[in-house]
């Protein structure tokens, strides 16, 4: 059992798990309440996360060095392989590359999938930033897509992206 630290007890569980969760959210909840559930799910434990971070660090995360350091260590947790597109710390917003996410699926679905995924980075960066952010979901793995690719920063910003103006 991992060492129970500032940010409660940690748990590993089977790439799989993550997989059949989403599914079974799907078939229970419907797709939309599913998506919701799943980004809200992963924002509280991306947020949780940081703030062990944070607490490990012994100082706010807010500067670039600070920020590439978290996400080094999300991807050493085995969520994905990880890397920045853009950071722009200032500004609070930051484009992501996120490779072979647990449980995502090569191909097939009609929409992005990564809503566990862009939750983390989502309440992560909320914590790092210190300000609200939200993610959405550019590219997917799972529609056939090389890598997903994952916008995260103040809402404004992503919503500019979302609405194809940036
Ligand atoms: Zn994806």
Partial sequence: MAPK?????????PESFFEALG??????????????????IGRDAGKAYA????HGLGREIGTEDGVRTLLRRFGEFGWAQIRFVS??????????????G??????????????????LLSGAAEVAFGAPCD???????????????IVVGVPDRVSRIAEGAE
């Fill in 135 to 149: 993610a959405i979901e550019t590219k997917c793995q799972a529609m056939g897509a090389d890598h997903c690719e």
């Fill in 102 to 119: 647990v449980g995502v699926p090569r191909g097939g679905s009609p929409v992005p999938v990564c809503h566990l995924g862009r939750g």
């Fill in 51 to 54: 703030r062990s971070a944070v």
């Fill in 23 to 40: 599914i079974r959210l799907v078939k229970d909840f419907g797709p939309n309440a599913a998506e919701s559930l799943l980004y809200e």
């Fill in 5 to 13: 630290g500032r940010g409660g007890r940690k748990v590993v569980v």
């Fill in 87 to 100: 950071l722009d710390t200032p500004s609070k917003f930051a484009v992501v590359e996120w490779r072979e």
